[in-house]
């Protein structure tokens, strides 16, 4: 999704833009641009990523800039289109990130005032707006600008002969990053890494006026005092460390990210007692909202809810829920966001607020709009995910969904221990997988070779099976579903033969003997079979065509080693087929549009 960045302060502000603008390339994008104000406003941009439009550029001389990445929603990604955007006389320029719903009728009064738009952009309205309201207060002019606007309108503006920037958030996000005789503006905290760790996040409804040895923020004209927060990860944490992608990395972290999340919330000394301490309401009529691999966790935090607590839980997918117009009235919601700024979710969220709802949010982004949203936030302690694909942040949310379940479970106090026990054996468990990862890779090699694939799964892990299918779509570009393994009878059969191979998830539990049976009978429809199982399964290493074993777990936590095997086979059968697995194509890291 599009990131923004600006600078001010006493450095040249172009290589320190490009560079920031590099450090967001992981949200997704198609085109670019830089506009540095001096004399004039000078603006670069092109449909290219940042390292190729860096190339072309001489340096230009300008101590205040700003940037933008964009993923296109209104008009096709090309030069044109691109940000930064000017008014008529040039003095003026604006970077966006969002979509502003009413942009056509503003055009059309722009247009009938004698404003000429040259773009397809809704962003473009905005500079015109400012040159229409500018009478010599640029920060006046920027805010009239920003009271015609509907929609999200997060953005910087830049006007020459000004030595400020002057901000607006709205429903995307915007840090200030604040720095020694220079400040900064980012969408995500990665880009301002390299200058600083000190940083401001601004609210909807915030106008920022940012000089270079002042920050100044204002709500409904009222100046406020917005906390600064140090960042503790590094921007270490945000690179390959060696890895060939992030995605590898991500998963590889994944041993770590359990430990993390988990010392969160237990005590090393009385894991059950800590656990049965922690409240977070009724867990009766529960409604857990979220988008993409987040909903799937959502989905295994269904299982794990009604396993444990036997209660009812409905999932549902944050969009479809805002656009019902159903309301919820006393359910206890959960909405899961590894960014915390999925727009879909923040709507969701609205609504479920405007019924009375109470909310707690599981996310990794500390400071992320969803957290200021909700009533409770449970962190997943996953550190900075680049790769477009969710790996680590998904492991992250299953344990916070444990963590939230175990304390209401109907079960005696030894097996609340034994459970607990599992929890954190798992990262062993799950470094055992990675350890194993030589194995995965050669059985991606064959299955690289299909352009259509089936994955199933069986209760707990049939989720897993629809985000295992979810991977490989995003980063090899291969057809894949998701199937409750019973399910493929009543349709999908159509679909089986040599050329279409089944990915199944066989877990030891109550789900084994009809999994294996649902197997037999895609075998007779000569799909080959990629199994899953336990390392002491022996009926599957006779009836499946490959095995893939998977140390065996408590089933109720057997979702957590059975989706990294999955992650890797995506990440192997990728790579295999040469895909830019870090930056799929179409797809953004943080989708803050609807
Ligand atoms: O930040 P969120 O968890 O709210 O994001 C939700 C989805 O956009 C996200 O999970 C998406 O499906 C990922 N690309 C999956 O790998």
Redesign the pocket.
Known sequence: MCGIVGYIGDKQAQPILLNALSKLEYRGYDSCGIAIANKSIEVFKDAVRVKALARTLESHEGRIGIGHTRWATHGEPSKINAHPHCDCSGKIAVVHNGTINNFARLREQLTAEGHTLASETDTEVIPHLIEKYYDGDFEKAVEKAVGDLEGAYTMIALMVGEPRLIAARKDSPLIIGVGDRENFFASDVPALLDYTSRVIYLEDGDIAVVTASDVKVRQNGKVIDREVHKITWSMEDAQKGGYEHFMLKEIHEQPRVIRDTLTEYISAEEPAADLAGAGAGSLENMVIL?????YHAGLVGKSIIEDLVNVPVRVEHADEFSLSGRSLAGHQAIV???????LD?LKAIKRLKANGNRVIAVTNVVGSSVTRASDKTLYTRAGPEIC???TK?FIGQLIALYWLALPYAGVDAARLDELVMELRQLPVKVQQILDNEAEIAALAKKLAAFDNVFYVGKGINYPVALEGA??LK?ISYIHAEGYAAGELKHGPFALLGEKTPVVAVVTQDNTYEPIITSIKEIKARRSPVFALTNEDDNVMPDLADYVITVPRVDPLFSPVVNIVVLQLLAYFVAKERGCPIDFPRN?A???TVE
């Open positions: 979220a988008c993409g691999t987040s899961i966001t590894q960014s915390g700024e999925t979710v477009v694909a969710a942040t979810l991977k995003e797809l890291k943080t989708v």
